[in-house]
C-alpha cells in the first residue's frame, strides 16, 4: 500500500519581503492505529505546538485588505470559496478540503504599499474557515517545506 500526500499552499514572505504562495505536499504519512481497537489509517503528524482553534464564517463580498497572518496558521476551508493574493500577483482559489498555512510575516510593503496577502469570498456564499493558530516562534515566517 502507497501513503498518500497531501497538497496545500503554503504563503510565505521572501529575503526581499515579497509574499509568495508555494504548493507543498505533505508526506511523512504512516499506518497506525489512534489507539485501542481502531484499524489503522494513515496519519501525519505535522508539527507539536500550542494552538487556538477557530472558525470564522466570511460573509459574501468580505474582502481583507493587505495585512500579514497575525500567527503562522493552517486554514481550512469548510463551505464556500476564499481567495488569497500575495504581493507577487499570485492570486489562489480555494474551497472545502482544501489546506493553506499562513506564515508571512516579517513582510516589506511592495511599490504600491501593499504587504503580506489580501484575501476575501468568491460567489453568492459566506466562506466558513477553520484556523488553526499555531503558538510557536518556530513557525514564525516559516518558509515552504518545514513540513517535510
Known sequence: MTAPTLSYWHVWTGDDGTTRQTRCALTNFAMQ?????????????????KANVMVCVLPVGWVGDWHENPKPQW???????????????????MGPGEISFGADQHTKPDAEGHYGHKSGTVGKEPA????????DPRFVAARPGIFG
Open 33 to 49: 492505529s489512534m489507539g485501542g481497537n481502531a484499524a489503522p489509517q494513515w496519519n501525519a503528524e505535522v508539527c507539536e505546538s
Open 128 to 135: 466558513t474557515l477553520m484556523l488553526v493558530q499555531l503558538d
Open 75 to 93: 486554514i481550512i476551508p469548510l463551505s464556500g470559496t476564499w481567495y488569497v493574493e500575495t504581493t507577487d500577483g499570485t492570486r489562489v482559489e
